[in-house]
């Protein structure tokens, strides 16, 4: 039986509406055989080129124009308008044999979404009827239709607006499934496998409740269990679940509108997660002009990488390296402060005013302000980093 979140045909308008109504979507064969070989090939030259960095596929010279899909960008736009904003957070899962990407996935239900202007790693607020302006697209390389391994949902929960247990014990306990505002139903009554293929391509809102790796039972493959009870079953009996179909290779990315809730999210990856991101955003090649060539007139948000240049530098400072070296990263760094931008105030990197006053005069300040700012605000939300 087909999944009722399902397209079987490319209608942009009709993705569209479903992702806003459901939080989800999966697209059945929205890449065709040419390109799926593309993609696994891809994923081969980037392990290569990468080894164990999970950069964002933009920065990958073999899997970059995936992020440029004509009927992906047709699909963001559908989705949230025609001011799109890309901000290089996306990740490639990859191994060549089962390993600990398939075995220790993160299984745990939760949302992204995070970002206040108050706090910034708080919740943003729901109104329960205006979905979060970002969504993320992944591609799986393995036949998740009968064996463990596949995403797991909860259609609509990207609205639920009391859905999160600031006090749980837990992280199996920190979403509420189900949500409080039906406490005596049952957990399997909100939670889905996906059925992925591939060639397939599943669409999520950034807020919606999900996580990785769900297993099937052996004796009852579509049913769906909260992630509490397999880890449970799986402690007692292992073998009731089905194995996974071969090694977790997966793709995921994101397209966000230009909107101060995306600027909040961008921000909360940069500068409260960069100790778990630093070493991906080092290897951004966002500002290669051929690689922003790719996104045409999508705003190119750089934050990660203009945080790992500033990381980057202090580290040389307190090191002793020669001048030459220390100079090229500052050059770098003053390229990206140049070209970043925010669409809101709140837990801005640097006064952008101010940086534009300095540089007139003197850019090795400017970009010396830069990087000071950086480190404090990163101080400020990262205490070790």
């Known amino acids: 039986m087909t999944w009722s979140h399902t397209i079987e045909t490319f209608v942009p308008a009709t993705i569209a509406e479903m992702c806003k109504r459901d939080g989800v979507c999966l697209i059945k064969g929205f890449f065709d055989a040419e390109e799926v070989q593309r993609i696994q090939d891809g994923l081969i030259e980037t392990e290569q080129q990468f080894g164990a960095l999970k950069p964002d596929p933009l920065s990958c010279p073999a ?7 004509p009927r992906i960008r047709e699909t963001a736009e559908a989705l949230l308008g025609q001011g799109l904003v890309y901000y290089t957070n996306g990740s490639i899962n990859y191994e060549p044999e089962i390993g600990p990407l398939t075995q220790s996935p993160y299984t745990a239900l939760h949302t992204d979404a995070a970002g206040r202007p108050d706090v910034l790693g708080g919740y943003p607020d729901r109104d329960g009827e ?72 599943v669409i999520w809102n950034i807020a919606l ?142 006064d952008p005013a101010k940086f534009h006053a300095l540089d007139a005069a003197n850019w090795k300040q400017a970009t010396g302000y830069v990087q000071q700012m950086v480190i404090h605000r990163l101080k400020m939300n990262q205490p070790d980093t």
């Open 63 to 69: 899997l970059n124009w995936l992020v440029a899909h």
């Open 130 to 201: 205006t979905p979060f302006p970002a969504y993320r697209f992944a591609i799986y390389m393995q036949d998740y239709t009968n064996g463990s391994g596949g995403v797991r949902v909860a259609p609509g929960s990207h609205l639920w607006t009391t859905d999160f247990d600031t006090s749980a014990a837990d992280e199996f306990s920190a979403v509420r499934i189900p949500p409080a505002s039906k406490p005596d139903a049952k957990a399997e009554e909100f939670i889905h496998i996906i059925a992925t293929q591939p060639g397939d391509l």
């Open 209 to 350: 409740v999900h996580g990785a790796g769900a297993k099937r039972l052996q004796n009852d493959p579509s049913r769906c269990l909260h992630p509490r009870e397999e880890a449970a079953l799986t402690q007692d009996n292992p073998s009731q679940f089905l194995p996974p179909p071969g090694p977790r290779n997966a793709i995921f990315f994101d397209y966000g509108a230009i909107s101060e809730a995306v600027d909040l999210y961008i921000k909360f990856c940069t500068q409260t997660q960069v100790s778990r991101r630093l070493a991906p955003y080092a290897v951004a090649c966002s500002d290669d002009p051929s690689v922003q060539n790719l996104l045409g007139e999508t705003c190119l948000r750089q934050d990660g990488l203009l945080v790992s240049l500033c990381v980057q530098i202090e580290d040389l400072k307190t090191s002793g390296v020669d001048a030459d070296a220390l100079k090229s990263v500052y050059e770098r760094l003053h390229k990206i402060a140049k070209q970043h931008q925010e669409f809101s105030t709140h837990h801005s990197l640097f």
